[in-house]
C-alpha cells in the first residue's frame, strides 16, 4: 500500500519558517493536501492541490512540490500554528494520509 | 452555514457492531462526495471508507474492509458507516468530512468541511 513519510516533528521559533516535508513514491504526479489538526478540534485543510490555499487561510502558508516530496511551508510562525499536518494524496481508489509531523513552536 | 455532525459513537464490546451517522446541512448533500475518517488515541489520522454522490462508487481502507459498511440517504441529508466485528484498533474518534467538489469521484478532492467526530471505544 502506498506510504507517506513525514517527520515526526518539525520546531521552530516565532517569527521563523516552518518546513514540513511529505514524500512517497511517484508524488511529483499526485495531487498533495494538507491539513491542520488541534488536539480535540477537527482537521482543517491549508493547502490543497499542492499549492492552492482556501479562503480563510493565512498567506503565511504554502505548499509546493519538488520530485519525490511535497512541502508545507509555513512563514512567520505563531504560537497558534502550533498543531499537528498531514499530507494527504488519493491512490489505487483511497486515500492516504501521512504519518503527521507536531510542530512545536519554541 | 455548512455543517457535519456525527452521532451514535459509545462503548461496544469487541466483537459487537456499532452504526455511526452523520447529518449534513448547508449545502447540497446529493452533490457530494462523503469521507469518513479516524484518529486513534496518540495516532495518526487515518481515512476509513469513502463514496460517491451517488453511491456508485464507495471504498474502505484494508483494514476495515470486509467489516464496515458505508452508506448514505440523500432523501434524509445523511451519510452512515455500519461497524462490524469491532476490534480494539477500531477505537477511535470518527470524523465524518465532505468532498470539496460536487459530483466527480470521492477520493480525489480533499475534504473542505469536517464534523467535530464521535468517540467509539472498544471494550470488554
Known amino acids: 500500500s502506498y506510504v507517506l513519510t513525514q517527520p515526526p516533528s518539525v520546531s521552530v521559533a516565532p517569527g521563523q519558517t516552518a518546513r514540513i516535508s511529505c514524500g512517497g513514491t511517484?508524488?511529483?504526479?499526485?495531487?498533495v493536501h494538507w491539513y491542520q489538526k488541534r488536539p480535540g478540534q477537527a482537521p482543517v485543510v491549508v493547502v490543497h492541490?499542492?499549492?492552492d490555499r482556501p479562503s480563510g487561510i493565512p498567506e503565511r502558508f504554502s505548499g509546493s512540490k519538488s520530485g519525490n516530496t511535497a512541502t508545507l511551508t509555513i512563514s512567520r510562525v505563531e504560537d497558534g500554528d502550533e498543531a499537528d499536518y498531514y499530507c494527504?494524496?488519493?491512490?489505487?481508489?483511497?486515500?492516504?494520509f501521512g504519518e503527521g509531523t507536531e510542530l512545536t513552536v519554541l | 452555514e455548512v455543517q457535519l455532525v456525527e452521532s451514535g459513537g459509545g462503548l461496544v464490546q469487541p466483537g459487537r457492531s456499532l452504526r455511526l451517522s452523520c447529518a449534513a446541512s448547508?449545502?447540497?448533500?446529493?452533490?457530494?462526495?462523503m469521507h469518513w475518517v479516524r484518529q486513534a488515541p496518540g495516532k495518526g489520522l487515518e481515512w476509513v471508507s469513502g463514496?460517491?454522490?451517488?453511491?456508485?462508487?464507495?471504498g474502505y481502507a484494508a483494514s476495515v474492509k470486509g467489516r464496515f459498511t458505508i452508506s448514505r440517504d440523500n432523501a434524509k441529508n445523511s451519510l452512515y458507516l455500519q461497524m462490524n466485528s469491532l476490534r480494539g484498533e477500531d477505537m477511535a474518534v470518527y470524523y465524518c468530512?465532505?468532498?470539496?467538489?460536487?459530483?466527480?469521484?470521492?477520493?480525489?478532492?480533499?475534504?473542505?468541511?469536517w464534523g467535530t467526530g464521535t468517540t467509539v471505544t472498544v471494550s470488554s
Open positions: 494527504q494524496v488519493w491512490d489505487n481508489r483511497g486515500v492516504i
Open positions: 448547508g449545502f447540497t448533500f446529493d452533490e457530494y462526495g
Open positions: 511517484n508524488i511529483a504526479i499526485k495531487t
Open positions: 468530512a465532505k468532498s470539496a467538489t460536487p459530483w466527480g469521484n470521492y477520493y480525489y478532492y480533499h475534504m473542505d468541511v
Open positions: 492541490d499542492v499549492s
Open positions: 463514496i460517491d454522490w451517488n453511491s456508485a462508487s464507495v
